[in-house]
């Protein structure tokens, strides 16, 4: 069984809005407040299948993603195969989870939000402003759990978009320096608080399904807005590895899951940006695929982020807006699993 994860960037801004059946996708996309001009839809589209056809998935977990007819309408004119959609949370961009119908893969159903006293599905409470009352919170978007049957076995996949730690005209109020710096780190360090409470319930909801099965095949998987290496926050503010949480604690080594690319050797990157305060371009892992001890137990495994795929579809075209020129601001990440 493939597995790929993807953050397609902002891909539900392919399609007109409404309820049109067929949906309709746009010839070109002028931009808004959320997501980037695009001058050709389609060919974008078409670039963006191109990567999946190479790497060829039984299983896919996107975020980013738009309704499921629109995922349907993707898949059908630019991927090909049959597929199966369920659609999770995320308000306009979605986490979707798609598979393979004639890939020997069945039992593919919504799985349970709720183990024991965890419910992943509803608010929290966290002090995210650092005013020592405790907040009431809920997920920027909900962790997305899938359940279905592969070589036999019953898997279930948590696909996961934690709340991203842009702050609006950060690095402008960065580089004002005094107070406007001061109300930038105010706000950054509240954001990254609220991703370490979601990816703080993530991993409860991991425990609490490991104790009652510590055999049970698990997939964790999307993009954590976290990845590997310190950065200003880490070392001045104290905060601290997102990944590092939901992959687990030294004190419980049977409920670490195993990172596919780091545990795997892998060097390369899922995304690259620009760090203001840093000042300097970042490649960065934040897109994660975790197996839990079941499945390492049963199957042997290979990870990789598709690099030559991916950068087949990339394009250099001065006449085009930016967001056309690559597949997607992330790099997918692919496992292949083979039972022992």
């Known amino acids: 069984m493939r597995l790929m ?8 801004s392919w399609w007109e809005g409404g309820s049109a059946n067929p949906p309709v996708m746009r010839n070109t996309f002028a931009g808004n407040t959320f997501s980037p001009a695009i001058t050709d839809v389609p060919a974008l589209a078409t670039r963006v299948g191109a990567v999946i056809q190479a790497v060829d998935p039984d299983v896919i977990a996107i975020q980013e993603g738009p309704g499921v007819p629109e995922m349907q309408h993707f898949l059908t004119t630019f991927v090909g ?11 306009a961009q979605a986490l979707l989870v798609v598979v393979r119908q004639d890939r020997g893969i069945t039992d ?35 962790p997305q759990i899938v359940r279905f049957v592969a070589h036999g076995q019953p898997f279930v996949l948590i696909n996961n978009h934690l709340k991203s730690k842009f702050v609006n005209q ?3 109020l960065f580089n004002a320096g005094g107070e406007d710096r001061l109300l930038f780190f ?3 360090l509240k954001a990254r608080r609220r991703i ?40 001045n503010f104290l905060t601290h590895s997102v990944v590092d949480r939901v992959f687990g604690s030294i004190f419980h080594v049977e409920r670490q899951l ?8 892998s060097t390369d990157y899922t995304a690259k940006f620009f760090d203001f305060i840093d000042k300097r ?10 197996l839990s001890r079941g499945i390492t137990g049963r199957f042997t495994w290979q990870g990789r982020v598709p690099v030559d795929e991916y950068e087949a579809q990339v394009i250099d075209d001065s006449s085009l807006h930016e967001r056309d020129l690559m597949p997607s601001d992330h790099r997918p990440v692919v496992v292949e699993l083979t039972p022992v």
Do not use: K
């Open 186 to 188: 105010a706000e950054a």
């Open 281 to 290: 371009l970042n490649e960065l892992v934040i897109d994660h695929i975790g």
């Open 108 to 142: 593919f159903t919504p799985g349970v939000t709720s183990v024991g006293e965890i419910d992943i599905s509803g608010p929290f409470t966290a002090d995210v402003d650092a005013d020592l009352h405790l907040d009431t919170v809920d997920f920027a978007r909900v």
């Open 258 to 265: 195993t990172h596919v690319l780091l545990h795997g050797g």
């Open 5 to 12: 994860n993807w953050n397609i960037e902002h891909m539900n």
């Open 81 to 91: 195969g049959t597929w199966q959609v369920l659609r999770g949370a995320g308000g």
């Open 196 to 235: 370490s409470g979601e990816a703080y319930r993530l991993r409860m909801y991991l425990d609490a399904v490991l104790e009652g099965d510590p055999a049970a095949n698990i997939l964790v998987c999307g993009d954590l807005n976290d990845g590997p290496g310190s950065d200003f926050f880490e070392a």
């Open 170 to 172: 950060g690095e402008a």
